[in-house]
């Protein structure tokens, strides 16, 4: 899972501004123009967020020529699925394969193909509770997750529990005919089952900030 180049929702707003106003006008915007099209506070805001774009690897700057912002190539944007939370109590309603292209979702996110790794089926999730924080997922976080029922060792997952009827985003380890199921947060033991009671609905790509969508 990549952890580094997390994005907050301001830094994807202005990529996605970006973006759109290169491929609409094929030049860059100056930084009033995203500060007024971001509706962020002060120019000096944009610049900032420019900076930490650039130090990301999304974008290159030019600072001695006016709308020197070049997009780097994987840079190109598609739409994702936000299918709801992991929480206690329901299954994540991830679509069957057969389902997949004609469900509809109330939200989406655009994200990178980066993010994404070039997979065709992914999904969003905001995280519940603070189980894996020391991996850098916190409570309220968007979380981007392959769609399979399959996963290896150490794999960060969201898992179905039969017989709890719950869902739980862990760290997945098989070890015979049981499962462990590791939180990344010191002061929460490890969830052991039978493997049989173990449903794997996906697995981490990516984690997004906070408010990302």
Not at 112 to 120: A, N, Q, S, V
Not at 169 to 182: A, C, N, P, S, T
Request: net charge negative; aromatic share 6%; charged share 25%.
């Amino acid at each position: 899972m990549a952890t580094l180049k997390v994005l907050s929702a301001k830094q994807q707003a202005i990529l996605r501004f970006i973006r759109e106003f290169i491929s609409e006008k094929d030049y860059p915007p100056s930084i009033r123009d995203i500060q007024e099209a971001c509706q962020i506070s002060s120019t000096s805001v944009v610049d900032y967020n420019l900076k930490a774009l650039e130090r990301l690897g999304y974008i290159h700057r030019d600072r001695e020529v006016s709308r020197a912002i070049e997009l780097v190539g994987r840079t190109r944007m598609r739409s994702v699925p936000v299918i709801g939370q992991i929480a206690a109590g329901q299954p994540i309603p991830v679509p069957s394969a057969d389902t997949w292209g004609q469900a509809e979702f109330e939200e989406s996110i655009q994200v990178t193909d980066e993010m994404t790794g070039g997979r065709t089926d992914v999904f969003a999730l905001r995280v519940k509770g603070t189980s894996m924080i020391d991996a850098l997922v916190n409570d309220g976080d968007l979380i981007l997750m392959e769609r399979t029922a399959s996963a290896d060792d150490g794999d960060m997952v969201a898992v179905w529990l039969k017989d709890r009827q719950e869902t739980t985003l862990k760290k997945i380890y098989f070890e015979g005919d049981h499962v462990r199921l590791q939180p990344a947060n010191v002061t929460m033991e490890p969830i052991t089952v039978d493997s049989a009671d173990v449903e794997v609905q996906g697995k981490v790509l990516y984690r997004l900030g906070p408010g990302a969508v």
